[in-house]
């Protein structure tokens, strides 16, 4: 009688488990990232429960989401006022601020969060994600760039998996995992080279905001859109990819792939390269995050056909984009440069965006404050935003 009883408690106990829904936190749910998962979650209702949804200015779409999911809470770091016009402050499971954006992530109890957060601005919201007892799924690529060993150590601490979003590292991740780290020698990111991948240096001269956003074949953010552009996308992923798969920088090249079917591959110790492809849709990487430990099954989406398929593949041309081999030099060497890299071009991209520099100015002005000594180390997260800081207020004087 007892075994019999013991026998209905494990049987009820799987059914209550396959019945229990992935709590998924999306942080920056309003951005490019945010709504490719909110498509996701919508198509697996019955494997997500969403818990936390997060914007930062956009108090409207923030408010639609929220009327959506009435029961996940949300938190909107923007400025007062805007909360206050939006309502926010009247709202029960409601955070507001910096603060709250962070005390949200600490009180969801999401099982994942999906960090869809644009910038260095990011990192702090990773950490607590990890720190809340949350896996890691991670777009915000500026975490791993200017603290990727904090970020892993943090999740070590807490035994839970950092998951790559970013298209390339979620490919290779993919292929790791099946092919095995063993025998691998060298991991090979594809890049689509962006709106300016045939322009003349004295073109680029002349590159405009509006042709800098216009990119071939992603549609994201304006930020990593115009880091597409410059290929300083690229670059902030080279560093990425070092930290996530603990590759040095002469085992990880950068292909062009005008076409961004390849995402990435991985070349082993025998000479074999084993790619991904898919249709380029950010909902594949995303989605494949949230399943995980579970190998994804199909969204649904239309399936690559082979009929009129042409891939093509190119070097990339470090001479009219310097901002990808400056972020080869800062991750050779290593202390803050990578920091100081990502925050150099954050600055110059923003001012770009503005309007007060040219397109080539990005790079001259990321060039300048590399030369500056960054040699120090900055190993916690007061040092990382210090580092952050100093460089943000070099590229400013500059
Ligand atoms: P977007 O600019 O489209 O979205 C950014 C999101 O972050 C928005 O929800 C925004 O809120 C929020 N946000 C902005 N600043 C802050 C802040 N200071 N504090 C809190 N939240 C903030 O960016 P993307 O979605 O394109 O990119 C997000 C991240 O994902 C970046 O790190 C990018 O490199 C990475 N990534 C993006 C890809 C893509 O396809 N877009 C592909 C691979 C990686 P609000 O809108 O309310 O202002
Ligand atoms: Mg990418």
Redesign the pocket.
């Known amino acids: 009688m007892a075994n019999g009883g013991s026998y209905k408690k494990f049987l009820f106990d799987i059914l209550a488990l396959n019945m229990t829904k992935k709590r998924v936190a999306v942080l920056?749910?309003?951005?490019?990232?945010?709504k490719n998962t909110l498509d996701v979650i919508r198509s697996g209702k019955d494997t997500f429960e969403p818990v936390l949804f997060?914007?930062?200015?956009?108090a409207a779409l923030?408010n639609a989401i929220a009327a959506e999911f009435p029961r996940a809470k949300i938190a909107f770091?923007?400025p007062r006022k805007t909360a206050e016009a939006a309502g926010f402050d009247k709202r029960n499971g409601v955070y507001l601020g910096r603060d709250g954006?962070l005390a949200a992530i600490a009180d969801a109890g999401a099982d994942i969060t999906l960090n869809?957060?644009?910038?260095a601005?990011?990192l702090e919201p990773s950490l607590a994600a990890l720190n809340s007892g949350s896996a890691l799924a991670l777009?915000?690529?500026?975490s791993m760039v200017m603290a990727g060993a904090l970020v892993l150590k943090t999740a070590a601490r807490h035994s839970l998996p950092v998951i790559p979003?970013?298209?390339e590292h979620s490919a290779i991740f993919n292929l790791l995992r099946r092919q095995g780290r063993e025998g691998l020698k060298e991991a090979l990111l594809t890049a689509s080279g962006g709106p300016f991948r045939t322009w003349s240096k004295e073109q680029l001269k002349n590159a405009t905001l509006k042709d800098a956003l216009a990119h071939p074949t992603?549609k994201?953010?304006?930020?990593?859109t115009i880091d597409s552009a410059s290929l300083a996308n690229k670059g902030l992923e080279v560093i990425e990819a070092a930290r996530l798969f603990d590759l040095n920088a002469d085992n990880i090249k950068v292909v062009i792939h005008p076409q961004s079917i390849v995402h990435s591959m991985i070349r082993m110790n025998d000479g074999v390269v084993y790619a991904q492809l898919s249709r380029p849709d950010?909902r594949l990487p995303i989605h494949e995050a949230l399943r995980y430990p579970e190998i994804a099954p199909s969204l649904g989406k239309e399936e690559l056909g082979f009929e009129d398929l042409c891939l093509s593949f190119e070097k990339p041309d470090l001479d009219r984009f310097p901002m990808l081999s400056l972020a080869y030099e800062a991750l050779r060497a290593g202390g803050c440069y990578p920091i100081a890299y990502n925050a150099a071009n954050e600055y110059a991209a923003d001012a770009f965006f503005n309007g007060k520099i040219p397109f080539t100015g990005i790079s001259d002005l990321c060039a300048r404050v590399l030369s500056m000594d960054w040699s120090g180390e900055a190993d916690d997260l007061p040092s990382i935003l210090e580092a952050d800081r100093r460089a943000r207020a070099a590229a400013a004087e500059l």
């Open positions: 920056g749910a309003t951005g490019s990232i945010g997060s914007a930062n200015s956009n923030l770091s923007g954006l869809g957060i644009s910038g601005a990011g777009a915000n690529k500026e979003v970013d298209s992603w994201m953010g304006a930020k990593i950010m």
